[in-house]
C-alpha cells in the first residue's frame, strides 16, 4: 500500500499538468476563434441575402411567367384561349386578357374584319385584264380553254363572268381548328368558284345577264348561298358577306345582239311601268283612294253576271252603288272621290231635272183633262189658240193683213231670197244644235249603262 501511494499522486501531478496546457492552449486560441466566428457570421449574413435574393428572383420569374400569356385584343380581332391544346374560352371580347403561359396554354387572337379578294380573271377572257372595260376587249371568233374563261349557261350559251368576295372569320374557334392561314384563300376561291360554277349551270343566259332567276332572287345571292353551305360544312369558321357580279357579257362576237335584246327589253319595260303608272293614276283621278277596292268589287260584279249568279250580282251592285254615292260608311283610305263622284252628282242632277220636266208635262196634261172634261170647247179653242200663236211665232211664218170688204184678193209673188236663205240657215243651225244636245244626252244616257246592257237606277 505505501509502494503504490507514490505513484499515484505523480499521475494526478501529470493530469493537472495536462489541464493547465490544455487551458493555455484555449486561451491562447481564443483571439483567432473571434475572428473565425465573425467571418462565419458574414457569411452566413451573405448567404441569407443571396438566399433571399434569389427567392425573389424565382418569384419575379414566376410572375413574368404566369403573366407572359396576358395580351391585349383589338377591335377588330377575337380571342380563343387553349389549355394543353383544348380551347377554353372562344369569341373574347377586345380587351387586356390572360390565359395560362405557353406550353401549358395559349392565348390565340383573330382577325374578324372584312376581307375583300377578287375573281375577276377564273372567267373572264385572257385577253383581257382585270383592269379593262368590257368595251375594250377584243373580238374574236373562237375561245381557247386552256387561257380563256368562260360559264356554260343552263340553255347551252356561253357567258363570262368577274365577282367581288367580302368575306369574314365569323367564328374563331373554328378557324383556327379547321383552317391553316396560307390554305385561307385557296379555300375560298375554290369553293367560291364551284359555287359560282354551278349556279351559273342552273340560269339560262337571258337570267344571267338580268342577274334575276326565275324564283325572284338574284344570280348572286345563289351562288353566295351554295358557297356559304360548303363553308359551313367543312367547319371553316368563315361567313361569306358579299359575293358581287361585278361584270357579265356574253361572248364578244354576240355583245351587240345581246346588247339590242336588252335595250328592247329594256324599253318594255318602261313602257310597261309607264303603263301602270298611267294607270294608277288613272284610277286615281277616277275614283281616289277608293279606285282599288271598287275595281275589284266591279270584276266580282262581272264574274258574278256571267256565271249567271243573280243575287251575287245584285249583292256586288248594290255595294258598288253605296260606295259610289257615299251611302255606306268608308274608311279614309279606301274612300271613292274623283271624276266618280262627279259623274254621280251629274247622273243626279239629271234624274232630277228628267222626273221635274216629266211630272211638269203630267201636271199639265192632267190640269187640261180637268179643263176638257168641264168646258171642251175653251179647253179646245185655248189649246188652238196656243198652237196658232206658236205657229205665227216661227221665223218661216208671214203674215200679211187684208181689208175686212174685201172678198178675195189674190197674190201671186216669190218669196224673197235673201229672207229664204237666212231661214234655211237658221234652220239648219238649230238642227244642229239640237243634235248636239241630242247626242249629249244620249252620252249621258251611256254613262250610266253597265257592259252587259243593265241600266244602273238610282
Not at 304 to 313: F, L, Q
Amino acid at each position: 500500500m505505501t509502494d503504490t501511494a507514490p505513484d499515484f499522486e505523480p499521475k494526478d501531478e501529470q493530469s493537472d499538468a495536462q489541464r493547465a496546457a490544455s487551458v493555455t492552449l484555449r486561451a491562447e486560441s481564443d483571439g483567432r476563434d473571434d475572428q473565425l466566428e465573425t467571418a462565419n457570421q458574414s457569411l452566413r449574413d451573405a448567404l441569407r441575402i443571396t438566399y433571399k435574393l434569389l427567392q425573389l428572383g424565382i418569384f419575379v420569374v414566376v410572375l413574368l411567367y404566369l403573366f407572359s400569356s396576358a395580351q391585349a385584343i383589338r377591335e377588330s380581332e377575337r380571342g380563343v384561349a387553349t389549355v394543353f391544346g383544348r380551347i377554353v374560352e372562344t369569341d373574347l371580347e377586345p380587351g387586356l386578357r390572360l390565359s395560362f403561359p405557353y406550353p401549358i396554354g395559349e392565348l390565340i387572337r383573330v382577325r374578324t374584319g372584312s376581307k375583300v379578294i377578287q375573281e375577276s380573271q377564273a372567267f373572264w377572257p385572257e385577253s383581257g385584264r382585270a383592269g379593262d372595260s368590257i368595251e375594250n376587249l377584243p373580238i374574236r371568233n373562237q375561245l381557247d380553254p386552256a387561257t380563256d374563261g368562260s360559264h356554260i349557261t343552263a340553255d347551252g350559251n356561253i357567258a363570262h363572268t368577274r365577282w367581288n368576295i367580302v368575306y369574314t372569320r365569323s367564328e374563331p374557334s373554328r378557324f383556327i381548328t379547321n383552317i391553316l392561314p396560307n390554305d385561307e384563300e385557296p379555300i375560298v376561291h375554290s369553293i367560291v368558284r364551284r359555287a359560282i360554277i354551278a349556279t351559273i349551270a342552273g340560269v339560262t343566259i337571258e337570267e344571267l345577264l338580268k342577274s334575276t332567276t326565275d324564283d325572284g332572287s338574284t344570280v348572286a345571292a345563289r351562288a353566295r348561298r351554295a358557297a356559304q353551305i360548303e363553308l359551313d360544312r367543312l367547319g371553316s369558321g368563315l361567313r361569306i358577306e358579299q359575293l358581287t357580279l361585278e361584270d357579265r357579257i356574253p361572248p364578244a362576237t354576240l355583245r351587240r345582239a345581246f346588247n339590242e335584246v336588252q335595250s328592247a327589253q329594256s324599253r318594255a319595260n318602261k313602257a310597261i311601268e309607264d303603263a301602270r303608272t298611267i294607270s294608277a293614276e288613272t284610277l286615281r283621278s277616277v275614283a281616289g283612294l277608293g279606285a282599288e277596292r271598287l275595281f275589284g268589287l266591279i270584276e266580282q260584279y262581272e264574274s258574278a253576271i256571267e256565271s249567271d249568279d243573280v243575287e251575287a250580282a245584285e249583292e256586288l251592285l248594290a255595294l258598288i252603288h253605296g260606295l259610289m254615292d257615299g251611302s255606306i260608311d268608308q274608311d279614309a283610305s279606301e274612300r271613292v272621290t274623283g271624276e266618280v263622284t262627279v259623274i254621280m252628282n251629274d247622273a243626279r242632277r239629271y234624274r232630277t231635272e228628267v222626273v221635274r220636266t216629266r211630272r211638269g208635262q203630267r201636271d199639265l196634261f192632267l190640269a187640261k183633262l180637268e179643263q176638257f172634261e168641264q168646258n171642251p170647247l175653251l179647253t179646245i179653242f185655248s189649246s188652238w189658240d196656243d198652237a196658232y200663236g206658236r205657229f205665227v211665232q216661227r221665223d218661216s211664218v208671214q203674215q200679211m193683213l187684208l181689208p175686212p170688204s174685201t172678198d178675195v184678193i189674190r197674190l201671186v209673188i216669190n218669196q224673197d231670197p235673201s229672207i229664204r236663205k237666212e231661214l234655211e240657215k237658221a234652220r239648219k243651225l238649230m238642227d244642229a244644235l239640237n243634235a248636239r244636245e241630242q247626242a249629249g244626252r244620249d252620252r249621258e244616257r251611256a254613262r250610266y249603262r253597265t257592259e252587259t246592257g243593265q241600266r244602273v237606277e238610282q
